[in-house]
């Protein structure tokens, strides 16, 4: 229950972040929490899953850093949102505490289908803010030197 949550505030994120390398950061973080939610349900479905995210994310992270120019961070006190919103659910939620451990087979992956929709809705998320993010007004992505 609490990679959930933790899963939930980093996609909570992408709302308050405008920087490629900001939001690459939440989407690992969303991405690794979501991996480790899936890896309880079954070691296997979790390492793979990790790793085909990982490639995913660095191939997403290249085109952003490569297609906009260097920025430095900055601090917005508005990106903390999500995190007090999850640890007061985290605090409030009694279930946590008796969350039952889950066993390990593969069919009961497809049975949860909140966890499979999570996953669509954060590489949809993650979709379109590389679109906001990316200006495509300054060309190719690579040209002749």
């Known amino acids: 229950m609490i990679f959930f949550y933790l899963t939930i505030t980093s996609v909570l994120h992408f709302i308050f972040l405008s920087n490629p390398f900001s939001l690459g950061i939440s989407f690992f973080l969303a991405l690794i929490c979501l991996s480790a939610l899936m890896g309880s349900i079954s070691t296997f479905i979790g390492l793979i899953l990790f790793l085909v995210y990982v490639g995913g994310t660095m191939v ?6 490569m297609l906009t120019p260097l920025q430095l961070m900055s601090f917005c006190p508005c990106t903390l949102v999500p995190f007090f919103w999850a640890g007061f659910f985290l605090y409030s939620d009694k279930k946590m505490i008796s969350w039952p451990i889950l066993s390990s087979s593969i069919s009961e992956l497809y049975f949860h289908s909140d966890m499979i ?3 669509g809705v954060v590489l949809f998320l993650v979709m379109l803010a590389v679109v906001e993010v990316v200006d495509y007004s300054k060309g190719a992505l690579r040209w002749d030197v």
């Open 60 to 65: 997403l992270v290249m085109y952003c850093f």
């Open 117 to 119: 929709f999570m996953v």
